[in-house]
Every structure is written in structure tokens, then in C-alpha cells.
């Protein structure tokens, strides 16, 4: 059944290596989002990589085809109320993975990652492939 999915920056990764998992199931769905964080990241990787022009010439192709969220207000709102939760659950886990939290549950949107710290956010639905 096709949702609405905003991608973390692992499971970019894995469709640029050609994971087949990743690969089969982006065929079938047709809402996938990106967030200007997770566009922060693959950047910030392909500047430092071994072949920066070839990286970041394939991040600028995807990000043409894939749509991002930024972050506003809401966003924000949003970030401090999950980091204000996994602070009194003593549960931290990275900035950036708190402002891709943030976009997916703004735009209800289920997040595809392979990160597991993301369950310690109990309201986020999620999906790894």
C-alpha cells in the first residue's frame, strides 16, 4: 500500500549503492519527500568524499526529482517538543535527526530510516528498508 514518506539520509545512501530493497519499494511509491536537513547531509558528505563533483552532481539529480521540506516555525515547535521528551526520558539522540523528526511529523509523513534511535520518539511512525 503506497504512503507518504520522507527519506533519511542512510536510505539515500542505500539507493545510490543500489540497494535492492530500497530500489523495489521507491518503484511503488509515489509520494517521497526529502528534508533540507537530509539534503544538508548528502551535501556535506559528497564535499568531503573521494569524488566530490560526481557525489554531489548525483544528490543534485535526485533533489530535482524529490521534493524537500525546509524547516519553519512549525518546524521548530515540533523539534522542541521532541527534544523536549527524550530529555526527560534521558533518551538523546542527533540534532539533525531531530529536525528530520521534526519535518516528518509536521507533514505526516512516515520517516524510512535505519537509524533505531528513532524509535525512542514514540509518536514518530517510521519504516527501515
Not at 545512501?13 to 509515489?30: G, N, W, Y
Not at 530510516?113 to 514518530?124: C, K, P, Q, V
Amino acid at each position: 500500500m503506497p504512503g507518504r514518506y520522507l527519506l533519511d539520509t542512510n536510505i539515500v545512501i542505500a539507493l545510490f549503492r543500489s540497494d535492492p530493497l530500497v530500489e523495489t519499494r521507491l518503484r511503488d511509491e509515489e509520494e517521497v519527500y526529502l528534508s533540507s536537513v537530509v539534503l544538508g547531509e548528502l551535501i556535506y558528505g559528497a564535499r568531503i568524499s573521494g569524488r566530490p563533483s560526481d557525489n554531489l552532481d548525483r544528490i543534485a539529480q535526485f533533489a530535482a526529482d524529490t521534493p524537500a521540506f525546509g524547516c519553519d516555525a512549525e518546524t521548530a515547535d515540533h523539534y522542541a517538543l521532541i527534544k523536549a521528551e527524550l530529555r526527560a526520558k534521558g533518551r538523546p539522540i542527533p540534532e539533525n535527526d531531530l529536525w528530520i523528526a521534526a519535518v516528518t511529523m509536521q507533514h505526516n509523513l512516515i520517516l524510512v530510516t535505519r537509524d533505531g534511535h528513532f524509535a525512542e520518539i514514540e509518536s514518530l511512525r517510521r519504516e527501515a528498508w
